[in-house]
């Protein structure tokens, strides 16, 4: 199995900044992209961003210019910098991971998701 642990949410004034991380751990042979998912009340779950094992990053376009993200591989984990928040920027903030087992079989794994909330 693997395992994702999410941290860093919680509740921000508009403009400021929050640093998430999502730590993958387990039977993990690699890990090829790691991605950045929210779901706000009443939406469809949408990507936010994502990186690849090589370092390709995509962006959705509302966050383009404002959130960056970064990855320690050795680590297995990632680290989203959300800048300049706004409060439709809200939302249950999901990682996300896929990869492969060593068994070498694939898997595409979610964690518990983190609250964030933009307000003042």
């Known amino acids: 199995q693997v395992q994702l642990v999410e941290s860093g949410g919680g509740l921000v004034q508009p403009g400021g900044s929050l640093r998430l991380s999502c730590a993958a751990s387990?039977?993990?042979?690699?890990?090829?992209?790691m991605g950045w998912y929210r779901q706000a009340p009443g939406k469809q779950r949408e990507l936010v961003a994502g990186?690849?094992?090589?370092?390709?990053?995509n962006f959705i376009d509302s966050v383009k210019g404002r959130f960056t993200i970064s990855r320690d591989t050795a680590k297995n984990t990632v680290y989203p910098l959300m800048n300049s928040l706004k409060p439709e920027d809200t939302a249950v903030y999901y990682c996300?991971?896929?990869?492969?087992?060593?068994?070498?079989?694939?898997?595409?794994?979610w964690g518990q998701g983190t609250q964030v909330t933009v307000s003042s």
């Open positions: 387990g039977n993990i042979l690699s890990i090829n992209t």
């Open positions: 996300n991971a896929n990869g492969r087992y060593w068994s070498g079989a694939p898997f595409s794994t």
């Open positions: 990186i690849t094992s090589g370092g390709t990053t």
